[in-house]
């Protein structure tokens, strides 16, 4: 059975500073791996989709990268602001049709102005 | 639509009480998930549908709960004689084609239960 955790569990990070957020997967047969980003009481916005032959992708001061092998991603945030605040979650897709996208519990970031 | 809408947005029910949680996905996309996300948690998987066929429900916790797709289109999950720990946020989520084909998924805003 697939599990996903993410270290650490809360960041608190002064304004501008660059920072990693942690994901690893038990099983590394997947076929990708998205990251979310959850403000409070709101629903999971998707920031990126990494393919499992892909080893990165990029979208603004965001950046994803994932090593297969290791079973690890990482999801690098530069110059961060404040509006970064929110909780950042991984979710590792099957490399079996029908199967179901397994969560971590997230990471909380706060960025301080 | 353009997203995934979810009503009611919230829904405060008393323990014994029916409840039934709406989930409209993009238009046209064939697959559909359910995940319960307790407080502070990351969302776990309730059930998935393939258009109308519900082809994998090993995660809802209890025969109290039920989902629907009769179309394959908009889904609704239900929850009998609901008790407290069912108190959750509720999400609903679509994707393009059937699942573990390499495509995201798009989440709505979800439904929160909280059952006193």
């Known amino acids: 059975k697939q599990e996903v955790t993410q270290i650490p569990a809360a960041l608190s990070v002064p304004e501008g500073e660059n920072l990693v957020l942690n994901c690893s997967f038990t099983?590394?047969?997947?076929?990708?791996l998205q990251w979310f980003r959850q403000d409070p009481g709101k629903g999971l916005t998707s920031l990126l989709l990494?393919?499992?032959?892909?080893r990165e992708q990029t979208s603004g001061r965001l950046n994803a990268s994932l090593d297969k092998s290791s079973g690890r991603s990482t999801l690098y945030i530069a110059a961060s602001q404040p509006g970064d605040s929110a909780t950042y979650l991984c979710?590792?897709?099957?490399?079996?049709?029908?199967?179901?996208?397994?969560f971590g519990p997230g990471t909380r970031l706060s960025v301080l102005p | 639509g353009a997203g995934v809408s979810q009503s009611p947005r919230y829904k405060v029910a008393k323990r014994g009480q029916d409840v039934a949680l709406r989930c409209d996905p993009i238009?046209?996309?064939?697959?559909l998930f359910w995940y319960q996300q307790a407080l502070g948690q990351g969302p776990e998987f309730l059930t998935y549908?393939?258009?109308?066929?519900?082809?994998?429900k090993s995660g809802l916790p209890s025969d109290r709960f039920f989902a629907e797709r009769p179309e394959g289109s908009v889904s609704t999950l239900k929850i009998q004689r609901t008790q407290q720990e069912d108190s959750a946020v509720y999400l609903c989520?679509?994707?393009?084609?059937?699942?573990?084909?390499?495509?995201?998924?798009?989440f709505g805003s979800g439904t929160r239960l909280t059952v006193v």
């Open positions: 990494i393919q499992s032959s892909q």
């Open positions: 979710a590792v897709g099957p490399d079996n049709y029908g199967q179901n996208f397994v």
């Open positions: 238009s046209g996309h064939v697959s």
């Open positions: 549908f393939q258009n109308e066929a519900q082809l994998d």
């Open positions: 989520a679509s994707s393009l084609v059937e699942a573990g084909a390499g495509y995201g998924y798009t």
């Open positions: 099983d590394s047969a997947i076929y990708n």
